[in-house]
């Protein structure tokens, strides 16, 4: 049996910090809103998948399996208006869905690529919404049949007067909604805040076929139905960023609990936002990046990861280069630890003898970093135990030399920790971009006659099976063997 660790979570439905209660005992399902294709994701986007695969890793880490459902939304207004530019109007059905398919699979691969090159845990299933359409029907139909939902027009509206508790999540009023959407009401809707499940189609559009005639489903019905057909009728944490509390998951709620008359969700997780230089993110402010738009200004990919998981999901993070330089600087320090302490050592080198040596030392850092971490994700107290830990015993080593039995401690613990932040690799088998930087290093410790540090950085980098040729003019090239 494994030993469960408890972790609590900021619940949105109560408002409060919360132990996470799984319907099933050590098994969490969990949904997250995943992208709408019809671009590339921007880093504002990226934090929520992040806080996403710090959760999923604590949970992990804590004794639970995951079951984590995170659906694509392949069919959306902006979809539509941009996958058929330049289609004739007399273009057949199937053409209009291949062209939509075509250009969301496009975006959908780039999607896939950028979790990689994050090092995002991918999800368990990534469900299109394109291959849910008669699941999202008979939803639909079993509202109407509850007269929680209405035809007009060919669209199907969800009644909201019939549903009781509408606004528990977001602490909306109905009449509060009700106000905002008046001046949008473009529909024949009873009630300004009834909200769309099904479109019918506009001329040009690809369609589905339905009991109410040729249409679309509405973006917040996708949702209910993948979630509840993939993941079942007790989800344990459903989870996304702070825009889609209201009305994304407001509505998920009324369509999910409308349908099976009992809670859907235990869990309502949201992440905060991310501003770039104190703004929101928009194209006209020239503010908008994706990553692959850090990637060509030189950053890698994993200095992003760790300046995002470095800050609480709860807080507004603000996003800026500088920030940037600090991760990269942050990620080095743990390096540099690590590497001294896998340079060998005499096996003459005896262990601490009483207490608060290095083993110690690393015992109290590894419960406050879990204890922060389970603590409702706070990342960077869990940080802040590493390096402090870090700092001392790096004094530690100055004053008596670690055994090589301490070194492996300090390096499984360094592992552990990596296990959530995946910033540090285990072996220090460095990538290309780090032997640059230590040649670097080599050759400014050169210009500083600091001989002791060069010869250091040489013998660590040929111990890579990498061959060192200082060139004339103070230079050095390099190549592995
Ligand atoms: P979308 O592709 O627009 O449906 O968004 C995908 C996810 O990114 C959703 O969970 C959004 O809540 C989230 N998101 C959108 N903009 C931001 C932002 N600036 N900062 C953090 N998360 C965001
Ligand atoms: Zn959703």
């Not at 005896?350 to 110690?360: F, I, L, T, Y």
Request: proline share 4%; aromatic share 10%.
């Amino acid at each position: 049996m494994i030993l469960l660790k408890p972790v609590s979570l900021f619940n949105t439905l109560s408002r409060k910090v919360e132990a996470i209660k799984t319907y099933e005992e050590g098994k969490v399902r969990m949904y997250s809103c995943g992208p709408t294709v019809y671009n590339v994701a921007h880093i504002g986007n990226l934090r929520t998948f992040l806080f996403q695969d710090l959760l999923k890793r604590v949970l992990s880490a804590s004794g639970f399996s995951i079951t984590h459902c995170m659906n694509i939304t392949d069919v959306e207004d902006k979809i539509i208006r941009d996958s058929q530019v330049g289609l004739h109007s007399k273009v057949s059905n199937d053409d209009r869905h291949e062209k939509m398919s075509e250009f969301t699979d496009h975006f959908t691969n780039i999607f896939f690529k950028d979790l990689e090159a994050l090092k995002i845990m991918p999800a368990t299933i990534y469900p299109k919404a394109t291959d849910h359409i008669p699941q999202m029907i008979k939803l639909i139909e079993q509202l109407i049949c509850k007269d929680l939902a209405y035809t007009q027009n060919g669209s199907v509206y969800f009644r909201l007067k019939n549903f009781e508790g509408y606004g528990q999540l977001s602490r909306i009023s109905l009449d509060a909604s009700t106000s905002e959407a008046k001046d949008q009401d473009e529909y024949d809707r009873e009630h300004a805040s009834d909200f769309v499940l099904w479109k019918a189609a506009k001329s040009a559009e690809p369609f589905w076929n339905s009991p109410w005639g040729p249409g679309r489903p509405g973006w917040h019905i996708e949702c209910s139905a993948m979630g509840m057909n993939i993941l079942g009728d007790h989800i344990d944490i459903h989870t996304g960023g702070v825009d889609l509390i209201f009305p994304h998951h407001e509505n998920e709620i009324a369509q999910s609990e409308g349908c099976l008359g009992h809670p859907w969700v235990t869990h309502w997780s949201h992440g905060e936002f991310l501003l770039v230089e104190n703004e929101k993110m928009s194209k006209s402010l020239g503010n908008f990046y994706a990553l692959k738009d850090l990637i060509e200004r030189g950053i890698e990919p994993i200095h992003f990861r760790f300046m995002i998981q470095s800050n609480h999901y709860r807080k507004l993070f603000n996003f800026s280069f500088e920030g940037l330089k600090a991760s990269k600087a942050s990620i080095e320090r743990i390096k540099n630890f690590r590497r001294r302490m896998e340079e060998p050592v005499s096996e003459s080198i005896a262990s601490w003898d009483g207490p608060m040596g290095p083993v110690d030392r690393i015992n109290k850092a590894r419960e406050e970093f879990w204890a922060a971490l389970r603590d409702d994700l706070n990342s960077p107290e869990a940080l802040a135990a590493l390096f402090t830990m870090i700092s001392d015993l790096n004094t530690l080593d100055d004053q008596v030399p670690f055994s090589s039995h301490e070194r492996k401690q300090v390096l499984s613990f360094l592992d552990e920790t990596n296990g959530i932040f995946e910033a540090w690799p285990g072996t220090m088998n460095e990538s290309d971009g780090d032997i640059e930087a230590l040649i670097q290093e080599r050759i400014d410790a050169k210009k500083n006659k600091d001989w002791k540090r060069a010869d250091e950085i040489r013998d660590r980098i040929q111990s890579q099976g990498i061959t060192l040729e200082d060139t004339r003019d103070g230079q050095s090239k390099w190549f592995r063997r």
